[in-house]
T-cell receptor, first 111, second 113 residues
Framework: GQQLNQSPQSMFIQEGEDVSMNCTSS?????WLWYKQDPGEGPVLLIA?????ELTSNGRLTAQFGTTRKDSFLNISASIPSDVGIYFC???????????FGTGTSLTVIP | NAGVMQNPRHLVRRRGQEARLRCSPM?????VYWYRQLPEEGLKFMVY????????ESGMPKERFSAEFPKEGPSILRIQQVVRGDSAAYFC???????????FGNGTRLTVT
């Protein structure tokens, strides 16, 4: 299957700091999705991206669909304790069946 | 506000028994995906179904695993003759169509003793 490399693997930051994480693939994708997963729960959709270069915000979260269509970025501004969790990227290659998931970025916010 | 419903939330089976995991998609969604997650790992694609059709089962083991999404009722992931290595969280997601985002249920945590 497709390989999605997500980095960093984990982050420990102070409350109020900004966070950046990214996802890269070896081939082009038509759609990029970003999810957050809390322990014992299912992933929750944060942002969906459909066009190369697209920049989309959801509150303090901003995600971008890379221009090469092989990468995507997620930024969280002014982090708060409830941002703690595991963030996953997911991409859908053409022709558009399954979604492949990254290995996740574990975020810890220190109050 | 019915999201994706999975049951049971926890399932314990002895080696050799059968496990049946159920998933009801969000209202209006006709596409269902099953993923498997081991602790500290990402989600691994298993199978993608539309009503009465398996579209892509490339991630599902050839033996002991099967999935269906009948015209009426929930999608079922069936694991026959379970082994310890089947212990994992199994997540179902649904969507409206090929380019639509996936919405996940809260998973079924299978433990094989």
């Amino acid at each position: 299957g497709q390989q999605l490399n997500q980095s960093p693997q984990s982050m420990f930051i102070q409350e109020g700091e900004d966070v950046s994480m990214n996802c890269t693939s070896s081939s082009i994708f038509n759609t990029w999705l970003w999810y957050k997963q809390d322990p014992g729960e299912g992933p929750v959709l944060l942002i969906a991206l459909y066009k190369a270069g697209e920049l989309t915000s959801n509150g303090r979260l901003t995600a971008q669909f890379g221009t090469t269509r092989k990468d995507s970025f997620l930024n969280i501004s002014a982090s708060i304790p409830s941002d703690v969790g595991i963030y996953f990227c997911a991409g859908q290659p053409p022709p558009g069946n399954q979604f492949y998931f990254g290995t996740g970025t574990s975020l810890t916010v220190i109050p | 506000n019915a999201g994706v419903m999975q049951n049971p939330r926890h399932l314990v089976r002895r080696r050799g028994q059968e496990a049946r995991l159920r998933c009801s998609p969000m209202k209006g969604h006709s596409h269902v995906y099953w993923y498997r997650q081991l602790p500290e790992e990402g989600l691994k694609f298993m199978v993608y179904l539309q009503k009465e059709n398996i579209i892509d089962e490339s991630g599902m083991p050839k033996e002991r695993f099967s999935a269906e999404f009948p015209k009426e009722g929930p999608s079922i992931l069936r694991i026959q003759q379970v082994v310890r290595g089947d212990s994992a969280a199994y997540f179902c997601a649904s969507s409206q169509g090929d380019n639509s985002p996936l919405h996940f249920g809260n998973g079924t945590r299978l433990t094989v003793t």
